[in-house]
């Protein structure tokens, strides 16, 4: 499907007057993957083989990921070239909004959606809770809104500002919540607005909407799922928004569902819906159960000459565990590799980098 793709990719080039590399992370349940610093030299190779030019444009597709990942992108692709678009086909959540507002321009389709980059913590300091699977323990996520949250609750709706009473209810957040983690989650906070608002001035010279934008996205709706459709947008950043074009959004859209339908992205991933589809597709009256290879593309940055792809490449089997009523089918997952590989359209060749 990459030399579909490379046709729509040249056709927007030409549309857009413009360079364009697409780099999207997996939504698939139990297979997601996120924006990450592994990602930024991939990133750097493939500019270096388009060479500095007037304008580029970033296709991106992504749930989030690190804030810190998403800023050095950001100011990479500020390294080849001085005009910066980013074309939102779908969801750019989180630290993809913080990549998003670093753009000149942002053209959205109408299922376009950015959101707040208020960022949440997770360290080893966070609270537990059990997990899907019973036995299990999970750590939770602590956001920045959620503890804002309870400090509006308690000033705001229940009318509490006596010392002695504030400091109760402190102290049993920070029962639940390490103080530590509480530290984190506040200069997160600080980070993330020092962060896009480097990115923003570095192309907006309005610091009063700068301001606004950045303590809207961080602080100013309410939840960090809150999605901002193109309208809201536009109201939200003005002429930083591109204007409609149906034509650009189909070539955007059809671009975009080809990643999705190749990659099999919005389908969650089930090791024993792979196993029983391998049963079903047996010759009949086999009773032997093949162990399964299988290929996961967790993210790709893709451009008109070579594509890098994360895939995680695992072996399933079938195999009986003792459970409480006696032996249960399972299925066992081993991973064989997990990586970057390099393709490049004119060589055809792949060419891998692994990381366990």
């Given at each position: 499907?990459?030399?579909?793709?490379?046709?729509?990719?040249?056709?927007?080039?030409?549309?857009?007057?413009?360079?364009?590399?697409?780099?999207?992370?997996?939504?698939?349940?139990?297979?997601?993957?996120?924006?990450?610093?592994?990602?930024?030299?991939?990133?750097?190779?493939?500019l270096?083989?388009?060479?500095?030019?007037?304008?580029?444009?970033?296709?991106v597709?992504?749930?989030?990921?690190?804030?810190?990942?998403?800023?050095?992108?950001?100011?990479?692709?500020?390294?080849?070239?001085?005009?910066?678009?980013?074309?939102?086909?779908?969801?750019?959540f989180?630290?993809?909004?913080?990549?998003?507002?670093?753009?000149?321009?942002?053209?959205?389709?109408?299922?376009?959606?950015?959101?707040?980059?208020?960022?949440?913590?997770?360290?080893?300091?966070?609270?537990?809770?059990?997990?899907?699977?019973?036995?299990?323990?999970?750590?939770?996520?602590?956001?920045?809104?959620?503890?804002?949250?309870?400090?509006?609750?308690?000033?705001?709706?229940?009318?509490?500002?006596?010392?002695?009473?504030?400091?109760?209810?402190?102290?049993?957040?920070?029962?639940?919540?390490?103080?530590?983690?509480?530290?984190?989650v506040?200069?997160?906070?600080?980070?993330?607005?020092?962060?896009?608002?480097?990115?923003?001035?570095?192309?907006r010279?309005?610091?009063?909407?700068?301001?606004?934008?950045?303590?809207?996205?961080?602080?100013?709706?309410?939840?960090?799922?809150?999605?901002?459709?193109?309208?809201?947008a536009?109201?939200?950043?003005?002429?930083?928004?591109?204007?409609?074009?149906?034509?650009?959004?189909?070539?955007?859209?059809?671009?975009?569902?080809?990643?999705?339908?190749?990659?099999?992205?919005?389908?969650?991933?089930?090791?024993?819906?792979?196993?029983?589809?391998?049963?079903?597709?047996?010759?009949?009256?086999?009773t032997?159960?093949?162990?399964?290879?299988?290929?996961?593309?967790?993210?790709?940055?893709?451009?008109?000459?070579?594509?890098?792809?994360?895939?995680?490449?695992?072996?399933?089997?079938?195999?009986?565990?003792?459970?409480?009523?006696?032996?249960?089918?399972?299925?066992?997952?081993?991973?064989?590799?997990?990586?970057?590989?390099?393709?490049?359209?004119?060589?055809?060749?792949?060419?891998?980098?692994?990381?366990?």
């Amino acid at each position: 499907m990459w030399n579909e793709r490379r046709s729509l990719i040249a056709a927007i080039e030409e549309k857009r007057k413009s360079r364009l590399i697409c780099f999207l992370t997996s939504d698939r349940l139990n297979a997601s993957a996120i924006i990450a610093k592994d990602a930024i030299p991939f990133f750097f190779n493939q500019l270096r083989q388009i060479g500095e030019v007037p304008r580029l444009d970033l296709l991106v597709f992504t749930a989030g990921g690190d804030t810190l990942a998403a800023f050095g992108l950001a100011r990479l692709l500020r390294e080849f070239a001085k005009w910066v678009g980013v074309l939102v086909p779908d969801r750019c959540f989180s630290a993809g909004t913080l990549l998003a507002i670093s753009a000149n321009q942002i053209y959205m389709t109408r299922a376009g959606m950015l959101s707040p980059i208020d960022p949440s913590v997770t360290t080893q300091l966070n609270p537990v809770a059990e997990g899907p699977v019973p036995g299990m323990r999970q750590t939770l996520p602590v956001s920045v809104e959620s503890i804002a949250g309870f400090k509006t609750l308690i000033e705001e709706d229940w009318g509490i500002h006596k010392e002695e009473m504030l400091a109760q209810l402190f102290n049993l957040l920070a029962d639940k919540v390490h103080p530590v983690t509480l530290g984190d989650v506040y200069r997160s906070r600080q980070q993330i607005e020092r962060l896009a608002h480097q990115l923003l001035k570095k192309h907006r010279k309005d610091q009063k909407n700068i301001l606004r934008i950045v303590s809207t996205l961080t602080r100013g709706l309410g939840s960090h799922d809150y999605p901002i459709f193109k309208t809201e947008a536009k109201e939200l950043f003005g002429k930083q928004i591109a204007g409609d074009d149906p034509e650009l959004e189909t070539m955007v859209w059809d671009l975009h569902q080809s990643y999705v339908k190749e990659m099999n992205w919005g389908v969650p991933y089930n090791p024993g819906s792979e196993l029983t589809r391998v049963k079903e597709s047996a010759p009949l009256g086999g009773t032997a159960v093949p162990s399964l290879k299988i290929r996961l593309d967790m993210a790709v940055i893709e451009s008109l000459n070579s594509r890098d792809v994360f895939e995680q490449n695992f072996i399933l089997r079938e195999t009986l565990v003792q459970g409480p009523a006696g032996p249960m089918k399972a299925v066992q997952q081993e991973i064989l590799e997990a990586g970057w590989k390099h393709y490049d359209w004119k060589e055809g060749a792949s060419h891998a980098h692994t990381s366990q």
